[in-house]
């Protein structure tokens, strides 16, 4: 028996602090029973979240699995699509326990590296605003900024949803064929919904590619093929802990 928190968080439904929220406003019932703090269940329980049943496959903690996937573009993050579009988890692999959980999402037209674990707890500290994960980007432009651009864009753009910015921004060499485009690498360190074009576009120009190609301490590997995945190392999968604020850490605070 685990605590009731915990084995819906480690599902990957939402973060432990969100349901400790869920339990405190009494919208979580543990076999028809008003759920309290404290409490324990098993993923066999009949554990419902305003009615609605859970579908709990708790994460064990000393199999847990991290998969690197290079997702190519025209694939989306969702588990099913009602346009009927390829979803990445067409591809994968099965886990040995337990469901993946992907560890943010990347827009049907980026591709690149893609996380996907068994424990939903480290998902969601890894995608936590106050975990700060850096997230990194190679970028395709139409045109070529000039450095009042770059200063603004490291500084801050207002977009629709509050302030943002680069953390850092590089051009990478000219292959002499780019005719009007321009490469950079950019770096951030959340994970807003298109941030990444959004702040192009704010700055005046059209991106016509997007790759991730790192995730905190992991990158995508050389030799890793768009619609591929390979399990990751223990080393990466421990370096990933520690970028989330280690292994066992509590949800962050809202």
């Known amino acids: 028996m685990t605590r009731l928190q915990k084995l819906i968080a480690a599902s990957g439904l939402a973060s432990r602090r969100t349901v400790e929220d869920w339990i405190r406003a009494g919208r979580i019932t543990v076999a028809g029973r008003v759920a309290q703090l404290g409490d ?3 993923a066999a329980d009949d ?6 049943k859970l579908e709990l496959e708790a994460a064990d903690l000393e199999a847990r699995e991290l998969l690197l996937y290079y997702k190519p573009t025209g694939e989306v993050t969702t588990r099913s699509d009602p346009e009927g579009r390829p ?10 326990g337990g469901r993946w ?3 943010g999402r990347l827009d049907v037209n980026t591709a690149g590296l893609l996380l996907l674990t068994t424990d939903g707890g480290l998902a969601h500290r890894l995608m936590h605003p106050s975990t700060e994960v850096e997230r990194e980007y190679l970028v395709r432009l139409r045109g070529r900024p000039g450095p009042e651009v770059i200063r603004g ?3 801050g753009m207002t977009l629709e949803d509050g302030l943002a910015r680069f953390d850092r921004i590089a051009e990478e060499p000219h292959d002499g064929e780019a005719g009007g485009h321009s490469t950079y690498r950019v770096v951030l360190h959340e994970g807003r919904n298109r941030e990444v074009r959004r702040l192009w576009s704010a700055a005046g120009f059209e991106v016509s590619r997007l790759l991730r190609i790192r995730y905190g301490p992991i990158s995508l590997p050389r030799d890793l093929r768009p619609g591929s995945a390979r399990a990751a190392a223990t080393a990466e999968l421990e370096a990933l802990e520690r970028a989330a604020g280690g292994p066992g850490a509590p949800a962050p605070s809202k």
């Open 153 to 155: 864009l490291l500084a």
């Open 47 to 52: 554990v419902r979240l305003d009615g609605n």
């Open 40 to 42: 324990r269940a098993s």
């Open 101 to 103: 959980i992907n560890v």
């Open 87 to 96: 979803t990445v988890f067409d591809r994968l692999p099965a886990p040995r």
